[in-house]
T-cell receptor
Framework: NAGVTQTPKFQVLKTGQSMTLQCAQD?????MSWYRQDPGMGLRLIHY???????DQGEVPNGYNVSRSTTEDFPLRLLSAAPSQTSVYFC????????????FGQGTRLTVV | TQLLEQSPQFLSIQEGENLTVYCNSS?????LQWYRQEPGEGPVLLVT?????EVKKLKRLTFQFGDARKDSSLHITAAQPGDTGLYLC?????????FGGGTRLMVKP
């Protein structure tokens, strides 16, 4: 079972460059989300989606865009990368509803120089 | 923003010792989840507690949800080197899962 697949695993960007972090899940989950993890700060929610065509902002949405055209895919776009966006990014999916388990990808380690 | 504070941030103990990790908030959550994360991997769910006062056991791990559903604790009995990792609590409210800052546990043989 593939579960949640994130690509790439590692990426180095120059300040001002743009890129898209890919996330795909094969569990037919309606809910998908993006987090960033910085040392000592746990995971902070960037954006989330409760279903295809629906997205919403989390705690730290500035500098990031998302779209959800299909149930399976939830890409995260950095339009103009900044050093403050250096972090490890995790995508997660879960069934909608209360008390459901979030399944995480293996993460993308992004460095902006 | 609903904040979850975990303590301690770091814990280094000897094999066989007991430990407790705390997760506190001023907000009420509909459920509280505990995850464990290994280096280079995403978090993996250990348990979900839903009812105020609920206690769940998973082998040597005991999880408790506070009566007011604002706090939780994780107790490990007779810790083993295999318990080493980052432990994260996460509170569910609405459509959002809010994570604490994590407790990094190292169990020395």
């Amino acid at each position: 079972n593939a579960g949640v697949t994130q690509t790439p695993k590692f990426q180095v960007l120059k300040t001002g460059q743009s890129m898209t972090l890919q996330c795909a899940q094969d569990m037919n989950h309606e809910y998908m989300s993006w987090y960033r993890q910085d040392p000592g700060m746990g995971l902070r929610l960037i954006h989330y989606s409760v279903g295809a065509g629906i997205t919403d902002q989390g705690e730290v949405p500035n500098g990031y865009n998302v779209s959800r055209s299909t149930t399976e895919d939830f890409p995260l776009r950095l339009l103009s990368a900044a050093p403050s966006q250096t972090s490890v990014y995790f995508c997660a999916s879960s069934r909608t509803g209360m008390n459901t388990e979030a399944f995480f990808g293996q993460g993308t380690r992004l460095t902006v120089v | 923003t609903q904040l979850l504070e975990q303590s301690p941030q770091f814990l280094s103990i000897q094999e066989g010792e007991n430990l407790t990790v705390y997760c506190n908030s001023s907000s009420v959550f509909s459920s509280l989840q505990w995850y464990r994360q290994e280096p280079g991997e995403g978090p993996v769910l250990l348990v979900t507690v839903v009812t105020g006062g609920e206690v769940k056991k998973l082998k040597r791990l005991t999880f408790q949800f506070g009566d007011a559903r604002k706090d939780s604790s994780l107790h490990i009995t007779a810790a083993q080197p295999g318990d080493t990792g980052l432990y994260l609590c996460a509170g569910e409210a609405g459509n959002m899962l809010t994570f604490g800052g994590g407790t990094r546990l190292m169990v020395k043989p």
